[in-house]
């Protein structure tokens, strides 16, 4: 039977979680490429890099291809629910709920815009990288697009915080149960500073990889100061008051943080050595990337102990699919990007493990995106809005 359209099976901005998905699902096929293909003398593969490791074998052909064909699908989805998203976040600001949306807490969801558009670059850059040949030779035209296209997003994504918080300034809202979801405005703007820190790490123009440089640093620091914040208010309260089931998987939203801004902080330490000449060496960018995964692990373990009392998961994939159910894809893919660049960048350099060796790790990660690609399009077919 079919639903009647309610306010519980419309479209809400936290929908555009779905799109942010399929970006960061994207994100995560091209990571094989990045660390399992040779690319010599650059610092990401290309056209060009992978046409050669698909010639190298029988083996590389149908791996290079097969994961070509899952970024080229993934990123067509991408692109489609952007569109979707976009028409429906139109539609709901001229309905009658946006003002009681607005003026509360959940207002802070109408970050999703920016954070999305920014995810939509990310995935137009890899797009590019993969299916477009001698793109990585016009790279020095192409970062100050970049650059001037996440300055955008990042004024709009500045505007609509500082809208929110005066809206909400001196006027009482109950967020009692709604876990972290204020940290929302953090994600958005570590998706922004891991943009601008692209440009900062590939770029041989100090410039460009200056403005990248100084960008990444300001919106790093507004995400880490919003999402500390947070967290040091929001914690008494959801050990008074407890976390609603539907609101669960905001526990796990510094994952995705921590990843974002985990890479944007490895790109910068190489972006200083490689465009300034300071050392870095091996050890710096490992102890980065292990305290990162390090707050990963203890934001899992704080959602899994409240999950385990209010049924958050089984509320949120089984019993009321919705959503917010969205919330729960991010961190696998979260834990799954940072996890091979801790194997590649942490572990390999410290010789904690080897070529034969890693294979344990990247198998469990191998195991957690499968799952994580599962878990997506069963929400794709169960907790998306009434057309």
Same mark, same amino acid.
């Given at each position: 039977?079919?639903?009647?359209?309610?306010a519980?099976t419309a479209?809400v901005?936290?929908?555009?979680?779905?799109t942010?998905?399929?970006?960061g699902?994207?994100?995560?096929?091209?990571?094989?490429? !990045?660390?399992?293909?040779?690319?010599? /003398?650059?610092?990401?593969?290309?056209f060009?890099?992978l046409?050669?490791?698909a010639?190298?074998?029988?083996?590389?052909?149908?791996?290079?291809?097969?994961?070509?064909?899952?970024?080229?699908?993934?990123? @067509?989805?991408? #692109?489609?629910?952007v569109?979707?998203?976009?028409?429906?976040?139109?539609?709901f600001?001229?309905s =009658?709920?946006?003002?009681?949306?607005?003026?509360s807490?959940?207002?802070l969801?109408w970050?999703? %815009?920016?954070?999305?558009?920014?995810m939509?670059?990310?995935?137009?850059?890899?797009? /590019?990288?993969?299916?477009? =040949?001698?793109?990585?030779n016009?790279?020095?035209m192409?970062?100050?697009?970049?650059?001037?296209?996440?300055?955008?997003?990042?004024?709009d994504?500045?505007?609509?915080?500082?809208?929110?918080?005066?809206?909400?300034?001196?006027?009482?809202?109950?967020?009692?149960g709604?876990?972290?979801?204020?940290?929302?405005?953090?994600f958005?703007?570590?998706?922004?500073?891991?943009?601008?820190?692209a440009?900062?790490?590939?770029s041989?123009h100090?410039?460009t990889?200056?403005?990248?440089f100084?960008?990444?640093?300001?919106?790093?620091?507004?995400?880490?100061?919003?999402a500390?914040?947070?967290f040091?208010?929001?914690?008494?309260?959801m050990?008074?008051?407890?976390?609603?089931?539907?609101a669960?998987?905001?526990?796990?939203?510094?994952?995705?943080?921590?990843?974002i @801004?985990?890479?944007?902080s490895? %790109?910068? *330490?190489?972006?200083?050595?490689?465009?300034?000449?300071a050392?870095?060496?091996?050890?710096?960018?490992?102890a980065? *990337? !292990?305290?990162?995964?390090?707050?990963?692990?203890?934001?899992?373990?704080?959602?899994?102990?409240?999950m385990?009392?209010?049924h958050?998961?089984h509320?949120?994939v089984?019993?009321?699919?919705?959503?917010?159910?969205?919330?729960?894809i991010? =961190?696998?893919?979260? !834990?799954?990007?940072?996890g091979?660049?801790?194997?590649?960048?942490?572990?390999?350099? *410290?010789?904690?493990v080897?070529?034969t060796?890693?294979?344990?790790p990247?198998i469990?990660?191998?195991?957690?995106? #499968?799952?994580t690609?599962?878990?997506?399009?069963?929400?794709?077919?169960?907790?998306?809005?009434n057309?």
């Amino acid at each position: 039977m079919k639903r009647t359209k309610t306010a519980e099976t419309a479209f809400v901005p936290l929908h555009g979680l779905a799109t942010l998905g399929a970006g960061g699902l994207t994100v995560s096929l091209f990571i094989w490429l !990045l660390f399992m293909t040779a690319h010599p /003398g650059q610092p990401v593969p290309t056209f060009e890099s992978l046409q050669a490791h698909a010639l190298s074998s029988d083996v590389g052909w149908f791996v290079v291809r097969a994961l070509q064909a899952g970024i080229g699908m993934m990123a @067509l989805l991408h #692109i489609w629910l952007v569109v979707w998203m976009l028409k429906g976040l139109a539609a709901f600001k001229r309905s =009658p709920r946006f003002t009681a949306f607005w003026q509360s807490h959940m207002g802070l969801q109408w970050m999703v %815009r920016p954070l999305v558009l920014a995810m939509l670059v990310n995935v137009l850059f890899i797009v /590019g990288l993969v299916f477009v =040949p001698g793109l990585w030779n016009l790279r020095e035209m192409l970062f100050p697009g970049a650059l001037l296209a996440f300055f955008l997003i990042a004024v709009d994504a500045v505007l609509l915080w500082m809208d929110h918080l005066s809206e909400l300034y001196q006027v009482q809202t109950d967020n009692a149960g709604s876990g972290l979801a204020g940290m929302f405005p953090a994600f958005t703007f570590a998706m922004l500073s891991v943009g601008f820190s692209a440009s900062a790490a590939m770029s041989h123009h100090k410039v460009t990889a200056g403005i990248g440089f100084t960008g990444a640093v300001i919106l790093m620091v507004f995400a880490l100061f919003i999402a500390s914040a947070h967290f040091v208010v929001q914690f008494p309260q959801m050990m008074r008051d407890g976390v609603k089931p539907a609101a669960s998987g905001t526990l796990w939203m510094a994952i995705p943080i921590s990843t974002i @801004l985990g890479i944007a902080s490895f %790109r910068l *330490l190489m972006s200083a050595q490689h465009v300034w000449g300071a050392p870095v060496g091996d050890v710096l960018p490992a102890a980065v *990337l !292990l305290i990162f995964l390090s707050v990963q692990v203890f934001f899992y373990l704080l959602g899994r102990a409240v999950m385990n009392r209010n049924h958050g998961w089984h509320y949120l994939v089984t019993e009321q699919p919705q959503a917010a159910s969205f919330s729960l894809i991010c =961190p696998g893919v979260g !834990l799954f990007v940072l996890g091979m660049f801790v194997v590649f960048r942490a572990l390999q350099p *410290l010789e904690v493990v080897d070529t034969t060796t890693m294979w344990l790790p990247l198998i469990v990660l191998l195991v957690l995106q #499968i799952a994580t690609f599962g878990l997506f399009f069963r929400l794709l077919r169960r907790a998306m809005p009434n057309a």
